[in-house]
């Protein structure tokens, strides 16, 4: 059996605290896609620790963690990652697991990220510069590097090959800032150290478990509003964020799938390029920013802020086949006088609840309905009926305009900042 826990919106939902919190119930957390352009914020115990490609359950002693095989994998920020969680961790090794269909990112593949987004000028779509993207186009272009891969005894040659094809691509684009000897170096050291942990063929792995009744949760990075193939085209990442997703991306057939747990937050934020028709870019929308703390966990990048769009969140609860809801960061809102949802969007004068197929060229004005605020102070202990009431107002009208339950509402960063309903 399968659950599945994803993000709605355009990433940056709290999915790490989330996969976090839900783990104790599994006995493997595997990522499915995306890869270090992610960034899972977990806080516990005064401590908060940022993870970028190992799955969100490696915090939790009893539970084996997975990077699957749609996932892209940078040797060099893995090691890294490592490097920070290894003192809360010491056992991490025998509890990660690494698919060997899992591809890398090479040195060159950041390279030709930079080249390419600097190459777009005005048009950039707001890339991580994590070389997510040239990897994933290897990939499907038949011609990337796997993780099994750097046990084969050709693997230098295979190397050299890829990285002459990138460097006439960089050569192209005409792009000189990169020093790619002292960028090798820090990778066959992140190779070597690689080789030292479980490298495993995956699709067997968690199908074993399956067959022994064991529970498994696929944890997604981004968000479903950028996916390739649903979300916000081009400005999107390389990657299936859907549920769909989890059957390429694990080795698994859609029967195995069981509940898919969708999460969002209390309003919304955007990262980079794109079209955010809810957008606030005013003192509101900067209230929120600094309340909410919103600033890329990878990157650093001031994250666009806005209203919650149902519009959006229902679509995503479609495609994705939501059972349980789980709202984020509901005390960021503590305080205000008043909230706005978008209900419906408006296109040349006609009203809709669809998303039009291709947003970036649709001029959509959001339709909102109002809700009054609720109090800064909001005890968690006594349960949600006894919370404030326009609080409750509003996840009840969300729950409404869905039609499916908030099972979760977390209400700060920390682990008992969680109210179960």
């Known amino acids: ?35 270090p352009n992610a960034g899972h914020s977990l806080e516990f115990e005064g401590k908060k620790f ?19 095989n749609g996932v892209v994998i940078d040797p060099v920020r893995l090691k890294e ?14 509890r990660l697991l690494i698919s060997k269909k899992a591809h890398l990112i090479l040195p060159t593949h950041r390279i030709l990220d930079a080249a390419s987004e600097a190459s777009k000028g005005e048009a950039k779509i707001g890339s991580t ?14 011609s990337g590097l796997r993780v099994g891969d750097i046990l084969e005894a050709d693997f230098q040659k295979r190397y050299d090959s890829t990285v002459s094809e990138h460097l006439k691509q960089i050569e192209f684009l005409g792009y000189t800032q990169f020093d790619l000897e002292a960028e090798q170096k820090s990778f066959f050291e992140a190779i070597e150290f690689l080789k030292t942990h479980q490298l495993v063929n995956s699709e067997y792995l968690i199908h074993d478990m399956i067959s022994q009744g064991k529970k498994i949760l696929a944890e997604g990075a981004q968000g479903s509003m950028l996916d390739v193939e649903f979300g916000t085209y081009p400005y999107v990442t390389s990657s299936n964020t859907l549920t769909g997703g ?18 969002f937050k209390a309003y919304c934020t955007r990262v980079g390029s794109g079209p955010f028709p809810t957008e606030l870019d005013d003192e509101i929308g900067e209230k929120m920013r600094q309340i909410g703390n919103e600033f890329g966990a990878t990157t650093g990048r001031k994250r666009r802020t806005g209203w919650l769009d149902l519009v959006a969140l229902k679509y995503t609860c ?6 349980d809801l789980i709202m984020m960061k509901g005390d960021v809102l503590n305080g205000f006088d008043e909230l706005n949802v978008a209900t419906e969007y408006s296109i040349n004068g006609e009203k809709t609840s669809q998303v039009p197929a ?3 060229s649709t001029d959509v004005e959001p339709v909102y309905q109002s809700f009054p605020g609720w109090s800064s102070d909001m005890n968690l202990s006594a349960g949600f009926d006894a919370m404030d009431d326009s609080f409750k107002n509003y996840v009840e009208f969300i729950e409404k305009y869905i039609g499916s339950k908030i099972s979760v509402i977390s209400m700060g960063p920390g682990r008992d900042e969680t109210l179960s309903r």
């Open 1 to 35: 059996m399968i659950d599945v826990i994803l993000g709605l919106q355009w990433g940056d939902e709290g999915k790490g605290k989330i996969a976090d919190y839900l783990t104790p119930n599994y006995d493997l957390v595997a990522r499915f896609q995306g890869g």
């Open 50 to 68: 940022v993870l970028n490609t190992i799955p969100s359950g490696i915090f939790r002693k009893n539970t084996l963690n997975l990077i699957g």
């Open 81 to 94: 990652e490592i490097g920070r969680i290894v003192n809360e961790c010491p056992d991490y090794s025998s």
């Open 129 to 142: 510069l994590r070389g997510i993207g040239p990897t994933y186009r290897d990939k499907i272009g038949r």
């Open 246 to 263: 989890v059957c390429t991306g694990l080795g698994v057939a859609p029967k195995h799938i069981n509940k898919v747990y969708g999460i």
């Open 318 to 323: 479609m495609l994705n086949g939501v059972d």
């Open 358 to 360: 291709n947003l970036c």
